[in-house]
């Protein structure tokens, strides 16, 4: 097994949602959260390729523009992707957790960002999540798209820190615990 690191980093609601059942994120991009510089772009900045679901993917694209930029993105679907984004290198990919980083160790990445709900579920019960750094943001959704659901077994983490800002968000670090 090559070495090689992963690092899930969300946004989410305090009741623990990613977005709406519609895939909505406008209570995320909008409001004094979306202002700050919670370390999104430090954390871009230490990782070298990203692994995102279908679904975050096409909200992504939805959005308009690229804003991953060269970085690689591995998209995982069962399915070939539609669209493809100008300028963007994305590539799709489908299996499973172990086998898909197995691949991208090969090629030389060593920290991937794995992004999307059912995705980081899947990493999580396939014990290939390494990093969570959890941005909570003050606020009720009710129902959506939750960060975590089976795991098959319990999950022992580390807290690394826990940093607070104006907005009321707060950012806790974890290291799964092997
Ligand atoms: N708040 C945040 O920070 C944040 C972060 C990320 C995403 N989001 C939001 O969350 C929503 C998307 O989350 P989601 O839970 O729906 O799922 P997702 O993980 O983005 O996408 C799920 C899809 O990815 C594919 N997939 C996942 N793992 C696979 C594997 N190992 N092999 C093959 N295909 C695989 C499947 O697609 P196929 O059905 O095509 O096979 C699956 O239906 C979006 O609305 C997005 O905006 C929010």
């Known amino acids: 097994m090559h070495m090689i690191k992963t690092s899930v980093f969300c946004g ?4 623990g949602f990613i977005a709406r059942e519609n895939g909505d994120i406008d209570w995320l991009t909008s409001g004094e959260s979306a202002k700050e510089d919670y370390g999104y772009n ?8 990203l692994v995102i679901g279908r679904n975050t993917y096409e909200t992504v694209l939805g959005f308009g523009g690229w804003f991953y930029g060269e970085m690689p993105v591995y998209v995982l679907s069962s399915r070939e ?3 493809l984004p100008e300028g963007g290198k994305v590539e799709r990919m489908s299996g499973e957790p172990k086998a898909i980083l197995e691949e991208l160790a090969s090629r030389g990445h060593t920290h ?12 999580l019960r396939d014990d290939a999540i390494d990093r969570i750094i959890v941005s909570r943001l003050p606020i009720l959704i009710g129902t959506g798209i939750p960060l975590f659901g089976e795991t098959g077994r319990d999950i022992r983490l580390k807290l690394v820190s826990v940093k607070e800002f104006p907005s009321g968000m707060v950012q806790t670090e974890y290291a799964v615990k092997r």
């Open 12 to 15: 989410v609601s305090l009741d």
């Open 81 to 83: 992707l539609e669209k």
């Open 112 to 123: 991937v960002y794995v992004d999307g709900g059912v995705t980081v579920q899947r990493f």
């Open 42 to 49: 430090d954390f871009i900045a230490a990782v070298d390729a």
